[in-house]
Nanobody, 121 residues
Framework: HVQLVESGGGSVQAGGSLRLSCAAS????????MAWFRQAPGKGREGVAF???????NYAWSVKDRFTISKDNANNALYLQMNSLKPEDTAMYYC????????????????WGRGTQVTVS
């Protein structure tokens, strides 16, 4: 079993920055791939970024060059640095984990946190 707890959300003006954190626990093999997803009101859940066991990353085109995903294996933590925020980035942001990154495109990860709200005005 894997537990994920997000923090760091909040309200910020357009152009500002936020850093999301995710504290992870549980079987390491089930956390080979760590990712951030988001869901805006009335929209489906979409992948924002993922980082695999080897440190390779991938980003949604809408956040590329603005957001950076990183992890701290020693502290079982995942981060999302969000810069140049736009109103369209407003959403609930979720940390997720799975054995592989294959299901990132379909938001089909097995383990999910409860989310942290990001509001950009």
């Amino acid at each position: 079993h894997v537990q994920l707890v997000e923090s760091g959300g909040g309200s910020v003006q357009a152009g500002g920055s936020l850093r999301l954190s995710c504290a992870a626990s549980g079987y390491t093999y089930n956390r080979n791939c760590m990712a951030w997803f988001r869901q805006a009101p009335g929209k489906g859940r979409e992948g924002v970024a993922f980082i695999d066991r080897g440190g390779a990353t991938n980003y949604a085109w809408s956040v590329k060059d603005r957001f950076t995903i990183s992890k701290d294996n020693a502290n079982n933590a995942l981060y999302l640095q969000m810069n140049s925020l736009k109103p369209e980035d407003t959403a609930m942001y979720y940390c997720a984990a799975d054995r592989t990154c294959a299901k990132w495109y379909s938001a089909g990860f097995v383990y999910w946190g409860r989310g942290t709200q990001v509001t950009v005005s």
